[in-house]
T-cell receptor
Framework: TQLLEQSPQFLSIQEGENLTVYCNSSSVFSSLQWYRQEPGEGPVLLVTVVTGGEVKKLKRLTFQFGDARKDSSLHITAAQPGDTGLYLCAGKSGGSNYKLTFGKGTLLTVNP | NAGVMQNPRHLVRRRGQEARLRCSPMKGHSHVYWYRQLPEEGLKFMVYLQKENIIDESGMPKERFSAEFPKEGPSILRIQQVVRGDSAAYFC???????????????FGPGTRLTVL
């Protein structure tokens, strides 16, 4: 069973600060996705990374996939209260192109 | 473009009753996945279906749980004789399949929160 460890589990920061959250595994993933989930809602896809070393930017969010495709990070610049939510990473591995393994998430709170 | 739709959003059942959860995939998507999210746990894969076929049910409990995706209509996740431990958020996702987006990305519905009394 592949495991994805996310850290930190909780993060509370002030508006305008920068932050990075991490997603680590001992397994290699063919692709890795980041989702954001708000209370009472389903996960919303933010980005998919597939190539080792890949970096993708989405406005103030920067996603990186590790060279060995075992880890990923999400960096948020100048966080805003609207960034508050549960950030989940999920990966596909073992030759499966459909079964997602999820981490438990990082719960981010951005205080105004 | 309507996203993945799930209903009901909240469902309360007493122990021993049946729960039926419905999922309509995004337009153009023919692949449906069900995940369960327990308190303090991450989302766990349950089952993967295509129209009229169960492709992978390795994450679904062998007893009391079943899923279908008929030719017409929504996908149904059915839980018979519910127990308190079935209380969770159940999410449906859909994807276009390998011939769609390069990565066969899954898009999630808002979930059904099942509470068993």
């Amino acid at each position: 069973t592949q495991l994805l460890e996310q850290s930190p589990q909780f993060l509370s920061i002030q508006e305008g600060e920068n932050l990075t959250v991490y997603c680590n595994s001992s397994s290699v993933f063919s692709s890795l996705q980041w989702y954001r989930q708000e209370p009472g809602e389903g996960p919303v896809l933010l980005v998919t990374v597939v190539t080792g070393g890949e970096v993708k930017k989405l406005k103030r969010l920067t996603f990186q996939f590790g060279d060995a495709r075992k880890d990923s990070s999400l960096h948020i610049t100048a966080a805003q209260p609207g960034d508050t939510g549960l950030y989940l990473c999920a990966g596909k591995s073992g030759g499966s192109n459909y079964k997602l393994t999820f981490g438990k998430g990082t719960l981010l709170t951005v205080n105004p | 473009n309507a996203g993945v739709m799930q209903n009901p959003r909240h469902l309360v059942r007493r122990r021993g009753q049946e729960a039926r959860l419905r999922c309509s995939p995004m337009k153009g998507h023919s692949h449906v996945y069900w995940y369960r999210q327990l308190p303090e746990e991450g989302l766990k894969f349950m089952v993967y279906l295509q129209k009229e076929n169960i492709i992978d049910e390795s994450g679904m409990p062998k007893e009391r749980f079943s899923a279908e995706f008929p030719k017409e209509g929504p996908s149904i996740l059915r839980i018979q004789q519910v127990v308190r431990g079935d209380s969770a958020a159940y999410f449906c996702a859909s994807s276009p399949g390998t011939s769609g987006t390069p990565y066969n990305e899954q898009f999630f519905g808002p979930g059904t929160r099942l509470t068993v009394l």
